[in-house]
């Protein structure tokens, strides 16, 4: 297979500086700091347990979205470390709209990046509890979308009202992140020619999609969640693809060592990874948001965190571009 892994140094350069800009103001935004910042984080006092993750689930539900994964991590980290007691709860909850995002994908096909959205729900003890999710710049920046974008702007507040329902005095937190300059590429990309022994496009991306699992894997990634978005594409008249899948990636030592000083980065794990082939087009294209997104947003900058990241993303690449050659 011909492979070409695409550098994006350019494009971030452009959405570094939009993203510096205000959050555009409307009813509900208003209400959220104006900030540059990609996360924003949303908190209320739950020491009468009112606000639950049943509760959570169902003010996104309410407002156009489907449950696209809500995993308990302390499960997961006391399993494999024998750890998970940092939080009383801690939660990466993955939320989907399908009707927004095959509309914005009509035109952006990176949105994928953000299909589903990843958020983190966190209470250190049960008497304050949290949900982090990503900011109107933060969508803009990391997918491509312009800011003012009728539908990534309905996308937004469609978040905002769901984050109010579920937490009915709750507030967005002051934050005080410095915008850096990441050291390596917000994006990973990857565009190749699929083989197709089949003559049938479905089988070949199946055949695939068979051998990309297995290896990441066996890398010790987890698949999250999985989206079919053709459906949703087709069942809302966009037409210009030949398939779009949507995956959630995971890695527990990545998410075990950092969510202990960082649990907001919950906004951008699991990682999201699109793979599409247009009408159009020869290649099939993938691509995924990578770990310096963490680094840049939310400041990260021990050893302990840093580490597990970068070796997380050199080895994912590594893994994706060994399934194309």
Known sequence: MKKTVLGVFALFLVFFLSGCQKESPTPLAQQEQNTPHDIRIFSANNSDGAITIKGIEKAFEANGFTIAGNNNMN?????????????????????????????????????????????????KDGSKISISSLSLSGMSRISGVPMNNPDLITLHESMTKALREAFPKGAFEALAYKIIRPEGELVTRFAFEMENDFDDIDEAKYAYQEIMEGEIESAGFVVAGFIPIMDDLVANGVENYEFYDGYSLCKLEVIYPVHKKYPEVGAFAPCTMYMYKKKDEALTRMGYSSVYNWIKSTNIDDDESLDPLIDAQNLLESTIDSTIE
């Open 75 to 123: 499960l997961s980290f006391e399993a494999r470390f024998g750890g998970g007691k940092d939080y009383e709860i801690y939660r990466l909850l993955f939320v989907y709209n399908p009707k927004i995002t095959a509309k914005i994908l009509k035109d952006y096909p990176e949105f994928g990046l953000l299909a589903p959205l990843s958020t983190s729900v966190y209470s």
